[in-house]
């Protein structure tokens, strides 16, 4: 936004601080002239402040003697306080805007890209320390943020690039082999295309959570977790896995899409991220003081505390990147983390002492 130049901050402070102190003098003279007034009724005044005032019934000539004495010294008393007021306040205007030149510095380098500058602004806590503090916590998390789009911008240009590759070198296949079967190569073709449909559906999905385009209105989380269990039960038969709902209501407000798609996405990854056999999962919903709680357990292999606090970033599978059958495109718990945040709630992963993750989301109750 373009400005009409002004006067600086610190001129205007020192400008104020002469001010007051100026009239702050001419008070103080004012005071003192009264007093003298009220002096020169009752007696005469002492010998050296009007020296040629001898005779007292003229009040008079009295009164223009005591101000000819008076008025040169108050010219020049007013004259040193504002020399003092305008150097002074100049140099104390300046130490206490200080660190506001920091900051000022600061947002500069930050507005030019550079987000790993901190302020660091020492001393005790005051309205300028908080301001410090505050800007550098939101570089903080505006460092980390740019970086994690970074990453996902990276991978989901990756995993995007994959199926069209896929896709070019089985068209160069069939082109240069006419003899190949095509029912294979339409298959083959059909699943690539379905992998890159689902990962640019997840995608936008994401999306929608990060910017909050949804309708809010009043769910039941144990309904939707019973959905999404009741929908991927053919698929825990499948590979052998039990699940296990309990729980009691758990009204919330929120969108029972979104949250379907997150309890889907968390029981789907406590099916597919399970033992090769007697597997289990457990899915729990309960209501604290005012939150509603939804957990997935599921058994499996030990995870490291440092391989779990990845999970939730996109595109990373645990410890590989590798895909299966049944495994999703790498967006499921990070698709969870954002609905979670989208809903103002928060997603905690803990690893089983036993094996496996244990997933609680907890969101605010109505």
Request: proline fraction near 4%; aromatic fraction near 4%.
């Amino acid at each position: 936004m373009d400005r009409a130049p002004g006067l600086s901050v610190r001129l205007k402070l020192t400008l104020s601080y002469a001010g007051l102190l100026m009239l702050a003098g001419a008070l103080l003279l004012a005071a003192v002239w009264v007093l003298l007034l009220r002096y020169e009724r009752d007696a005469i005044p002492p010998v050296g402040l009007v020296p040629n005032l001898i005779i007292r019934g003229d009040s008079l000539t009295a009164l223009r003697l005591l101000f000819g004495a008076f008025a040169p010294a108050a010219a020049s008393a007013l004259a040193f306080l504002l020399v003092f007021g305008l150097l002074g306040g100049w140099l104390l205007a300046g130490r206490m805007l200080a660190p506001l030149t920091r900051i000022t510095d600061a947002t500069r380098l930050a507005a030019n890209g550079s987000l790993s500058h901190r302020i660091q602004l020492e001393g005790r806590k005051d309205e300028f320390r908080e301001l410090a503090d505050a800007f550098d916590t939101m570089l903080t998390r505006l460092e980390s943020h740019v970086a994690e789009q970074r990453r996902f911008a990276a991978n989901a240009s990756h995993e995007l690039r994959t199926p069209l590759a896929i896709t070019q070198s089985l068209l160069d296949v069939a082109r240069n082999d006419p003899n190949r079967h095509a029912d294979e190569l339409v298959d083959r073709l059909h699943a690539v295309n379905t992998r890159a449909i689902d990962l640019t559906e997840a995608l936008l999905l994401l999306s929608r959570a990060d910017q909050r385009l949804f309708v809010r209105e009043h769910v039941d989380l144990s309904l939707i977790a019973e959905e999404a269990t009741e929908t991927l039960l053919p698929l825990a038969e499948k590979r052998g896995l039990t699940i296990e709902t309990c729980g009691e209501a758990t009204p919330i407000i929120g969108s029972h899409a979104l949250l379907l798609q997150l309890s889907t996405n968390l029981v789907h990854n406590a099916i597919v991220h399970n033992l090769a056999e007697h597997g289990n999962v457990w899915v729990t919903t309960c209501v604290h003081a005012k939150s509603a709680v939804l957990t997935v357990e599921n058994t499996g292999d030990k995870l490291a505390p440092e391989v779990v606090c990845t999970l939730v970033e996109p595109f990373l599978r645990g410890t590989e990147r590798t895909t299966s059958d049944y495994a999703g495109v790498g967006l499921g718990l990070a698709i969870v983390k954002r609905i979670t945040q989208a809903h103002d709630g928060t997603l905690t992963l803990t690893p089983r002492p036993a094996g496996g993750l244990r997933v609680t989301v907890q969101l605010p109750a109505v």
